[in-house]
């Protein structure tokens, strides 16, 4: 079985030095990769270099699939109701077929929001938003989810919840890596951990 991604001794180098030491990553199908590391470590730098965000100051990366990144931030105008949040994202991503995408009102009842589908994305909780920004993953889908610290601000039924998604979207034989740094991911899936190391080293 072939991998999704497939990155090979892939650094980046901020200030002429190294963000993390070089890495690889070997990310295959119904994969869940758990990157850890301490706070500066380079964890969210090597998801957007996996994302093709920023392009790696060393090594190649090889991609075969849709990817969709969602930051340590839920990534939602505050402007907009919950439900036009998904409705403009179903627009602008689009969905891979290989993976049935949800109606936004779907996306919403499934987040547990749906009573807040009128409400503007700036009057939820942090908890809500960060549900609602997830939520972006259920109307439009990708093969590749590259998601940066996903259980920030959920409460215990929140965090249940993210680990669903994720043991949802890896039967259907989709990938994930994610970075988390308080909780960590409850899964049935089988789960790889890569550990990143910094690399302030001058290049």
């Given at each position: ?103 936004p009102q779907a996306a919403l009842h499934a987040a547990g929001l749906a009573r807040q589908a009128r409400q503007r994305a700036g009057q939820l909780s942090a908890g809500q938003r960060q549900r609602l920004g997830l939520a972006r993953l259920l109307v439009a889908p990708k ?61």
């Amino acid at each position: 079985m072939d991998s999704v991604i497939h990155a090979q001794q892939i650094s980046f180098h901020r200030h002429g030095e190294r963000v993390f030491v070089p890495t690889n990553v070997a990310l295959m199908p119904g994969q869940l990769c758990l990157i850890r590391g301490q706070n500066g470590s380079g964890k969210t730098t090597l998801l957007r270099l996996l994302a093709g965000i920023v392009h790696p100051s060393e090594g190649t990366i090889a991609r075969h699939g849709s990817v969709a990144f969602i930051g340590h931030r839920p990534g939602v105008k505050k402007d907009l109701t919950a439900l036009d949040v998904l409705k403009f994202y179903a627009e602008f991503a689009g969905a891979d077929p290989l993976y049935g995408a949800m109606s936004p009102q779907a996306a919403l009842h499934a987040a547990g929001l749906a009573r807040q589908a009128r409400q503007r994305a700036g009057q939820l909780s942090a908890g809500q938003r960060q549900r609602l920004g997830l939520a972006r993953l259920l109307v439009a889908p990708k093969t590749i989810w590259l998601l940066d610290e996903p259980y920030t601000s959920l409460d215990a039924d929140g965090c249940a919840w993210v680990d669903g998604l994720l043991d949802q979207h890896l039967a259907l034989n989709g990938s994930v890596a994610v970075a988390a740094h308080v909780y960590q991911p409850k899964l049935n899936a089988p789960t790889d951990v890569l550990d990143v190391q910094p690399g302030a080293q001058h290049a």
